[in-house]
């Protein structure tokens, strides 16, 4: 099998596993006064000292169940408070978003879901015009999950902080591959998106920033969330970052070389969806004139990519973030997200693409 799905999960680092293994026969609770359990607690805080390095200085960092956790507490947190009732995001962030702002519209809040253009980037002026002093809260993805299209976060944390907004960026996609952008007041992560493991995020929180709590039963980990900690999820998000932080030149050299070389590969036939400048290389969404995305998923079986995001698999539907761009459904469903990094062989890479443009060829001659 050749992986080539990095946006939906990438692969466990050994490095990872390893700090991981030890803490399947260490039990104890870390939130325990016990000396088992404070052993247990001083890990958490090694990797919470790990994770926040490549974050701005100061502020709390709290774990969570994964980004998803994150970003619906920062969201529904902040909108439970105070005056200001008018939440602004972006069409193609991802349904962790979207679907917690439908909520909220639901209830009463304002929600401004700007547009993009064809390149998938947002358009400030209109962004300036819809954050106003009603604003309470911006919440816009640093790097988008689906096209890699990087938004421009230190504009819009600018306009936000203008307006006396906060401002949420979603930085699943690019943190420990770039440095963060200034600006944000939140900032929400997911430790297997950079070689950790499932089921634990953070979200970052700002001097000065108030939430109400999203779970109530203790209030056990910082900023108040409940529920009991992994010491091996802490631990293993603790030592992905410690490596990102370690590899981020090395992994952005290598990435960018993969992307040449699959461009190359799969030739002029295909077209890129998004961006070619402001992006992240290891994201590549293309289309094929006349091509069944679906069926060449099931032609090539043994290479693994998608469609789109993981979270929509299934579902039918058009990518709403290819339809954002302006694609029709057809070329939406012609498109294709290869992602790729750190443990992706060049030559894995250029094979499996050649086979991916054969395959899709070879549907124009039988079609």
């Known amino acids: 099998m050749t992986y080539l799905d990095y946006q939906a999960s990438t692969p466990l680092a050994p490095e990872v596993k390893a700090a991981m293994t030890p803490w399947l026969d260490r039990f104890a609770n870390p ?17 919470r000292d790990q994770v926040a390095r490549l974050l701005p200085e100061g502020g709390a960092l709290a774990f969570t169940s994964g980004a998803t956790e ?22 193609t962030e991802h349904a962790a978003v979207l679907d917690t702002a439908e909520w909220l519209g639901a209830r009463g809040v304002e929600v401004v879901r700007l547009g993009v253009g064809p390149e998938g980037l ?60 200034e600006g944000p007041d939140m900032i929400a992560l997911s430790a297997h998106k950079i070689h950790g493991p499932k089921g634990i995020g953070a979200l970052w929180v700002g001097e000065g920033v ?16 409940s529920g009991t900690l992994s010491p091996m999820l802490c631990a293993g998000f603790g030592e992905a970052a410690r490596l990102m932080t370690q590899n981020m030149s ?13 461009r190359t590969a799969l030739g002029p036939d295909w077209t890129l969806n998004g961006s070619a400048t ?14 069944d995305a679906a069926r060449l998923l099931t032609d090539c079986r043994d290479i693994a990519f998608s469609l789109g995001s993981a979270c929509a698999s299934g579902s039918g539907r058009p990518s709403h973030v290819l339809r954002a761009l302006r694609l029709t459904d057809r070329q939406a469903r012609s498109s294709i997200r290869l992602g790729f990094g750190r443990y992706t062989a060049e030559d894995e ?3 499996a693409c050649q086979r991916l443009d054969q395959a899709a060829r070879s549907q124009r001659v039988v079609g």
């Open 210 to 225: 108030r939430l109400d709590p999203l779970l109530h039963g203790g209030a056990q980990e910082m900023l108040g969330r």
């Open 70 to 91: 994150a970003l619906n507490w920062a969201i529904k947190g902040v909108s439970e408070l105070g005056p200001r009732r008018k939440l602004v995001t972006i069409a």
């Open 349 to 351: 890479l250029v094979s």
């Open 122 to 181: 947002v358009d400030l002026d209109e962004a300036a015009v819809a954050i106003d002093d009603s604003t309470a809260l911006v919440a816009a993805m640093l790097v988008n999950n689906e096209i890699g299209v990087i938004q421009p976060i230190v504009a819009l944390s600018q306009l936000a902080r203008r307006a006396g907004a906060l401002m949420l960026c979603d930085a699943v996609q690019g943190y420990g591959r770039m440095p963060l952008p």
């Open 278 to 291: 402001d992006r992240y290389h290891g994201n590549l969404n293309l289309r094929r004139e006349g091509l």
């Open 250 to 262: 090395d992994d952005r050299a290598h990435v960018d070389r993969l992307w040449t070389a699959a």
């Open 31 to 47: 939130h325990s006064p016990s000396t088992e359990g404070r052993r247990a607690a001083a890990a958490i805080e090694v990797a």
